[in-house]
């Protein structure tokens, strides 16, 4: 009995071993809490670079070039007027068809009545007028029967009598000079659609070519483009404009300008002037005023009365109705190349006895010539 007491115990012990045993071991391999936090070296914080807040010191603002002023553009130097003449034999002679004509028909073996029917035919669509043609034509006639000839005589002849209806003894020389201390006054007029600005600029040339010192009046206040036009004229060739406000009073534009000119000792003011309907009273009286205006300051030298050629007998009309209102001086006859009107010169010299000073042969800038009566004569023939 004792002995089976001793072999339970001894059982138990070692049970009790044997357990003991197994929970160290599991002890042993079930690691602690802190034996299982892992050592983890953060890298090195990345360097950030703190700008130091800014410190209000004075900077020097960078050196700037001041841009270039614009060059002024080289003022051209306009064509004397001698050499002008020489184009407008070479206008006329190649686009003119009236002298080509007349001599064609005056050079025929026999002149019989339809020979001459068709010469006054040929001088009538020319705008020549009736009461020239019959003259002319009278006068022709009467050379040719009783001095008979060649081509060459029917040729120098015909030269002779034209040269004379043009009138060489009429003073075709420009006003543009005034008495004393006081600058001559062109006042140019004329209708719409003539060139009335254009010649005023090419006139400006003109007077630069004979060294004469200018100013020229924008009175054409209806219409601004009238007024860049002009400047853009004078600054070719260094000529002042004096303008007003769009829409202002001409006569006060012009009377500025003249009294300028008085004051500034220039040779010539040439003053442009609004275009205007003849059949306008109101508007051909204000003309008449903005002459008025203009003597309180100097007398005006010259009205140049613009006209285009193309328009035949009713630049007549006109010539007339501006002749009444200022006084014309002189005629400015534009548009003369490449038209078959220049009897227009004749019959408007007639009518107002007044005349053609300058013609405008074209739309170059120097296309403006004195007029000459035999170098017109001589381009009509070629």
């Known amino acids: 009995m004792q002995e089976w007491l001793y072999l339970v115990i001894g059982i138990a012990v070692v049970g009790v071993l044997a357990i003991a045993g197994f929970v160290g071991t599991r002890a042993r391999r079930t690691p602690s809490t802190s034996d299982t936090t892992t050592d983890v070296i953060a890298p090195p914080a990345a360097t950030v670079d703190v700008e130091a807040p800014p410190v209000d010191v004075p900077v020097e603002a960078p050196e700037v070039e001041a841009p270039a002023e614009p060059l002024a553009p080289a003022l051209e130097t306009p064509e004397k007027p001698a050499s002008r003449l020489v184009r407008l034999r070479q206008r006329l002679a190649g686009s003119n068809a009236l002298g080509r004509g007349l001599l064609g028909l005056l050079s025929r073996e026999k002149l019989d009545e339809d020979t001459w029917e068709a010469i006054e035919d040929l001088l009538l669509a020319a705008d020549i007028g009736v009461a020239p043609t019959q003259e002319l034509v009278e006068r022709l006639r009467t050379r040719l029967r009783v001095e008979g000839g060649q081509v060459a005589d029917v040729r120098a002849v015909l030269r002779e009598e034209l040269i004379n209806l043009v009138d060489p003894t009429m003073d075709r020389g420009l006003k543009v000079s005034g008495e004393g201390d006081a600058p001559g006054v062109v006042l140019v007029v004329g209708v719409n659609g003539t060139g009335k600005t254009t010649t005023v600029g090419k006139l400006a040339r003109i007077l630069v070519a004979d060294d004469r ?33 769009e829409g202002g009073d001409p006569a006060s534009v012009a009377f500025d300008a003249v009294k300028e ?34 003597e309180k300051q100097a007398p005006v030298t010259e009205v140049l009365l613009v006209l285009d050629a193309t328009t035949g007998q009713n630049g007549l009309i006109q010539a007339k109705v501006f002749s009444e209102v200022v006084d014309v001086t002189g005629i400015a006859l534009t548009k003369l190349d490449g038209s078959a009107k220049g009897g227009i010169v004749i019959a408007v010299q007639r009518q107002l006895g007044v005349p053609v000073k300058l013609v405008g042969l074209g739309e170059g800038p120097d296309d403006l010539a ?12 070629g």
């Open 370 to 381: 004195p007029f000459d009566a035999a170098a017109f004569v001589d381009a009509l023939l």
């Open 213 to 245: 010192t200018a100013l020229l009046a924008a009175a054409d206040t209806f219409r601004a483009a009238a007024t860049e036009q002009l400047a853009t004229w004078g600054e070719r060739v260094g000529v002042e404009v004096v303008r007003g406000p």
């Open 261 to 294: 000119g008085v004051d500034r000792g220039v040779d010539t003011v040439v003053v442009d002037t609004a275009g205007r309907l003849q059949n306008k009273q109101g508007l051909m009286d204000e003309l008449g005023k903005v002459k008025r205006v203009i």
